[in-house]
């Protein structure tokens, strides 16, 4: 082969090759965006069906706060006897009742948000303890002495309350 021959055959080469690059460049670049266009479109519907999962499990948390603060619960649990630590039991019952009705709602909630609502539920206990500790002597007293505690500063579950409407809005 002569110098001209191997000129020639590498002349017919080059435009082969740029145009083979050039092919395989967009074919690549085209293969990476239908896989971003999935990928983005699973995720949409992924969001589409567990975003009314999530918001229902938030509801659901925000009524159990509801349900535990201080001033409903003692309204809706009235004492069926006279005696204090009965009364004391049957809050604390209730609440734990209330708490693993909901247990499964955690799967669909923040870990700092579960925490939250965990500690609104052990500072609510806390505090009808810390009611029965005192000198009271019967379930009536110490359902109002359960109240007047709560009078004066806001309850736990308020403040998990709030912290679960902020998250809710972080979905949007």
């Given amino acids: 082969m002569s110098g001209e021959q ?3 055959l590498f ?4 435009p082969a090759v740029v145009t083979g ?3 395989f460049y967009f074919f690549r670049l085209h293969t990476n965006n ?3 266009r999935r990928r983005y479109l699973l995720h949409k519907d992924s969001l589409q069906n567990t975003l009314p999962i999530r918001l229902q499990a938030y509801e659901r948390m925000a009524l159990f706060l509801e349900r535990i603060s201080i001033p409903s619960l003692v309204v809706r649990v009235a004492p069926k006897s006279t005696n204090k630590n009965d009364y004391e039991n049957l809050l604390i019952k209730t609440i734990e009742k ?3 009705h909901n247990l499964s709602q955690q799967i669909y909630l923040s870990d700092d948000c579960w925490n939250i609502i965990k500690a609104a539920k052990s500072a609510t206990i806390q505090m009808i303890r810390k009611a029965a500790i005192s000198e009271t002597d019967s379930a009536d007293k110490l359902r109002e002495d359960v109240l007047n505690q709560t009078m004066d500063k806001q309850s736990p579950s ?3 309350l709030s912290f679960v409407k902020k998250e809710i809005g972080g979905l949007w």
């Fill in 6 to 8: 191997i000129f020639q």
């Fill in 34 to 36: 239908e896989e971003g």
């Fill in 11 to 14: 002349a017919y080469l080059l």
């Fill in 98 to 100: 209330e708490f693993e």
């Fill in 21 to 23: 690059a050039v092919a």
């Fill in 158 to 160: 308020a403040t998990a």
